[in-house]
């Protein structure tokens, strides 16, 4: 496993892994009061199939996908509906959601299930399965895994790249996962590769997770599976999709285009665990991997939490806090979103919790721009966001737009390393969606 080249640009923030390194997973309370939005993931809104009253099974579909590019919601416990409401999620947008109080009995938990033999499926069973169990991905972006693996027409896999870089700092859930679930991983790896027939496979690492590249490559050799590991250099954004792909292949996405258009379908190696357990053991998307950390925690712990879990549950699994936060993070502290209702329901793209001090966030007041340059030897993009900052700023769209607006991956890098903490992510996310709207 020789370290690669990495990508061009990029930026070394603190890891703060150490916070939950010593740990292992483990399995979160249930909610006596689950919260689930019909909202997780990119495209249409399920179509709710309950009413306040109905009784509810674990498992049960509440939420019907609605057109190509959606995704199905079931309930992560068993109870009664008591309301359908309205919910700001963790990265901002307003959301219908289903309030399940919990009472009756589980089918699953408790219960020993046997794996069936998927290689026994046929593929286009498979794909349904993946489809019906609302599996999206869980990197962060949960585009629905259906659709990413349903090739289209004259379309060929080239590479099928898993992304278990997790470069985010204090984020470890992916990591526990390699630590803890080696064998159901590959399993999924094999599983999606049935439907897309890639020529090449590889799993993309950080030197910063080598016990869990070992232990990935011992038990690719033992099981004699056809799957690299590519140890990649410690950087951020290394596990931004088209990073990763530059890093591994040395192929850049044309401006604008999907990763299929070079041959490369890239998924979260999280995605590929929720794969396996939609197709061999048929459970749907009800439960994830949550890291909660940051300095204002008293115990920071990766958790198995069920989607729909209110955050201040999660809060006393950990101890409650040390000191106030600060701030409280959806996600990564780079590309995460701040947010201030602790009774925010955790949702299929929920990674990580943070709870940050003082200290931990950077406070300093905007200045005007000294045209450093740093902000263009940081962005791993190429571009050059100052120029894009000052196109946004007098109201320019068009022009940002010519200057590569919507090539940013809004990572944060030009803002991290910004010496007057000029906001230029912030910024470039409110002129995209300005765009998208247009």
Known sequence: MKTMATFKGGIHPPGKKDLTVSGSIETAALPNKAIIPLVQHIGAPAECLVKPG??????QLIGQAQGFISANIHSPIPGKVIEITQVYLGHGPLADAVVIELEGSFKRLGNASEPK?????PNDEILNKIKSSGIVGLGGATFPSHVKFSLPPGKVCENFIINAVECESYLNSDNFMMLEHPDEILQGIEIIST????KKVIIGIEANKLKAAKLLKKRIAELNLDIQIALLKVKYPQGAEKN?????????????????EIGVINTNVSTCFAVYEAVALDKPLVERIVTMSGEALRNPKVLKVRIGTPISELIEECGGFKEKPFKVVSG???????????NTPVIKSTSGILFLTEKEINQDKMDSCVSCGKCIT????GLNPTTIYKALDFELLPEALNTGLMDCVECGSCSY?????????????????????K
């Open 54 to 59: 109905d009784i509810i099974e674990e498992e």
């Open 195 to 198: 439907l897309i027939k890639p």
């Open 378 to 381: 940081a962005c791993p993009m």
């Open 332 to 342: 990564g502290p780079m590309m995460g979103t701040s947010f201030f209702d602790l």
């Open 244 to 260: 990763l792909i530059k890093a591994i292949i040395g192929k850049e996405v044309p401006s604008g285009k999907l990763p299929l």
């Open 417 to 437: 390393v910004c010496p007057s903490n000029i906001p230029l992510v912030s910024l470039f996310k409110v002129g995209r969606n300005e765009a998208r709207k």
């Open 117 to 121: 033999n998927w290689k026994e499926i």
